[in-house]
C-alpha cells in the first residue's frame, strides 16, 4: 500500500482533491416537499484545475424513471409486494427476449443499465427513502451495471444535516434481487458483484487516504459529525466512460463490500421494511453491497455479469 506522497503507477490514477464547498448549479433537481432533503448540484474546482459536479453526473432529467415499489412523493406506498401491480410496469429493452424484473432499495440513487443500455434511474434522488421495480428483456449473458450516488447537502463535502450536525457524514448501500419471468432467483447483490469508488468525501485529512491500483482505501480517515466541515477535502477520480458496456474489464475493480440491514439502517424504513420478503428472501437473500467504505465513498460503480 503506498502513500500519496509516493509517485503513482499508472494503474494507479491519482485522485484528483477538491477543498471546501462546491458552487450550487441547481438548487433542486426534484421537489418532493418538505420531507425530503433537497437534491441540489454543484461543480468544484480541484487544485489541479480539472471540474467535478457534485455529487455526480447523473441523467436523472432525461432517463425514465424506475417503477416504485414506494415512493412518498407521489403516494405509491404499497404495502407489499402483493400490492404492487407487475403487469403495470413497462418493460425496457435491453436488447433481447428473456424476460428479467428487478427489484432495488438504493441509499440514494441509482441508474441502472443492462448490457450498455441506460433503463432507469431512481425517481427520488435524496430523501425520502423510496424503493424501485424494473422490468427488462434481455439476452444473457446480463452485464449489469449501477452508479450509485449516496447524495448530499454540503455540495463537495460530503455531508448532511443530521444527528444534530451541520457536517454529518451520510452513508450509501444498494440491496438488489433479480428474477426471470417464473419467478425464480437470477441474481442478487452480494460480494461476488464489482465495487468502485470515484468520489470520496470528506476527507478531514487528505493523508489518511491510501492508494494502491484499484485499491481506494478511507477505512483510516474519520467519519465523525462536526459542526463545521466547510474546510474539508475530497478525492475525486474520472469515471471511464465505457464503464457500463458488457465488455468493459472490470477484473482490475475490486469486490463489493456487504453490510448488514443493520448497518445500513434500514429497520425502520418502510420503503424497505414492506419488501423484505423479496430483499430477505429465504435461500436468496440479497445483501446490501457498497465499495469498502460505506460512509465516505459517495459515488459508486457496480457491477455484475450473469451466465
Ligand atoms: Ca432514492
Ligand atoms: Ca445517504
Ligand atoms: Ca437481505
Ligand atoms: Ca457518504
Request: contains cysteine.
Amino acid at each position: 500500500m503506498m502513500n500519496l506522497s509516493s509517485a503513482f503507477a499508472t494503474d494507479s490514477p491519482a485522485p484528483s482533491f477538491t477543498q471546501g464547498p462546491a458552487k450550487i448549479t441547481n438548487e433542486g433537481i426534484f421537489d418532493c416537499g418538505l420531507r425530503a432533503r433537497i437534491s441540489k448540484m454543484g461543480t468544484i474546482t480541484a487544485q489541479d484545475g480539472s471540474e467535478w459536479v457534485v455529487p455526480g453526473e447523473n441523467h436523472f432529467d432525461s432517463a425514465p424513471k424506475a417503477a416504485d415499489l414506494y415512493n412518498e412523493c407521489n403516494g405509491n406506498t404499497h404495502p407489499s409486494l402483493e400490492e404492487v401491480d407487475l403487469a403495470s410496469v413497462p418493460v425496457f429493452d435491453a436488447g433481447g427476449e428473456e424476460e428479467f424484473v428487478m427489484y432495488l432499495f438504493a441509499d440514494n440513487y441509482f441508474e441502472l443499465y443492462v448490457n450498455g443500455t441506460l433503463l432507469a434511474v431512481d425517481p427520488v434522488p435524496f430523501t425520502p427513502f423510496n424503493s424501485n421495480v424494473v422490468r427488462f428483456k434481455a439476452s444473457r449473458p446480463l452485464t449489469v451495471a449501477i452508479k450509485m450516488i449516496d447524495w448530499e447537502e454540503n455540495l463537495g463535502l460530503g455531508s448532511e444535516h443530521n444527528r444534530g450536525a451541520d457536517y454529518h457524514p451520510g452513508d450509501g448501500g444498494l440491496v438488489a434481487h433479480i428474477q426471470d419471468a417464473k419467478g425464480e432467483t437470477v441474481a442478487l447483490t452480494d460480494s461476488s458483484w464489482k465495487a468502485q469508488t470515484f468520489y470520496i468525501a470528506p476527507l478531514q485529512v487528505r493523508n489518511c487516504l491510501m492508494v494502491s491500483g484499484q485499491t481506494r482505501d478511507s477505512s483510516r480517515c474519520a467519519v465523525t459529525s462536526v459542526r463545521n466541515g466547510s474546510e474539508f477535502s475530497a478525492a475525486h477520480w474520472a469515471i471511464p466512460p465505457q464503464w457500463m458496456s458488457a465488455d468493459f474489464d472490470d477484473s482490475i475493480w475490486p469486490n463489493a463490500t456487504t453490510f448488514t440491514n443493520r448497518a445500513v439502517g434500514v429497520d425502520n424504513k418502510r420503503a424497505y421494511t414492506n419488501f423484505s420478503n423479496i430483499f430477505d428472501t429465504q435461500d436468496a437473500d440479497a445483501q446490501f453491497i457498497w465499495s469498502s467504505n460505506l460512509i465516505l465513498d459517495n459515488v459508486v460503480l457496480l457491477r455484475k455479469t450473469i451466465k
